[in-house]
Structures are given as C-alpha cells and as structure tokens.
C-alpha cells in the first residue's frame, strides 16, 4: 500500500508556471507506475499525464503536451508534474495517483491509491 501527498498549487496568472510534487510512503514506492489527473468544477477527472516505473515512459494529454512534464525522484519518493505556459482552462484540483498495474494507464479505475488533491488556479 502507498500514501499519497500532492502540494504546490497556487494562485497563478497565464503564461506562469508551477511544480506540484507527490510525495509518497513506502518503500517499494519505485516499483508503482504514478499517474497526474485533474478535476475542474462540474466536470469529470482527467487524465494529465504518468511516468513508468518500469521504462520510464511518459504518456501525455494531448491538452497539456509541450507544456507540462512529469518526472520522479525514486530517492525521495517524489513524483512531480512540471506545469508551464499555465492557461485559465488548467484551472482544476490536481491529483496524483498510484498503481502497480500497466493497463488502464489513462483511466482512474486504473489507479488504486490516490491523493487529496491540490487547487491549481489559472486567472489574471
């Protein structure tokens, strides 16, 4: 099992940028694929972006491709979701999400173990 913290949401203007961090429990936390969604108000959660535990691999929202970037310290048990060139329509709750699976890579049913969330808003 793996305990998930999200932090570094913020207030930001357009065209800024921001790093949310996902700090894990567990040591075994190398092993689990980690996967960033997002939930803005009246819409369903979705897929952001996941890094590999296995090759590395990096899949996208096509929304968020060239713009963000998700990478992970296995020492410090930390995934993060770098998020630049920020828009209004970024605005949502952020959540990382845990699973030793490889399906279901873009679906929440595909993930376990997830974090409260942290509030990303994009507004001048």
């Known amino acids: 099992q793996v305990q998930l913290v999200e932090s570094g949401g913020g207030l930001v203007q357009p065209g800024d940028s921001l790093r949310l961090s996902c700090a894990a429990s567990?040591?075994?936390?190398?092993?689990?694929?980690v996967g960033w969604f997002r939930q803005a108000p009246g819409k369903e959660r979705e897929f952001v972006a996941r890094?590999?535990?296995?090759?590395?691999?990096?899949p996208y929202a096509d929304s968020v491709k060239g713009r963000f970037t998700i990478s992970r310290d296995n020492a410090k048990n930390t995934v993060y979701l770098q998020m630049n060139s920020l828009k209004p329509e970024d605005t949502a709750v952020y959540y990382c999400?845990?699973?030793?699976?490889?399906?279901?890579?873009?679906?929440?049913?595909?993930?376990?173990?997830w974090g409260q969330g942290t509030q990303v808003t994009v507004s001048s």
């Open positions: 999400a845990a699973t030793s699976s490889i399906w279901s890579a873009r679906l929440t049913t595909g993930y376990p173990y």
């Open positions: 567990g040591s075994t936390f190398s092993r689990y694929h």
């Open positions: 890094i590999s535990a296995s090759d590395g691999s990096t």
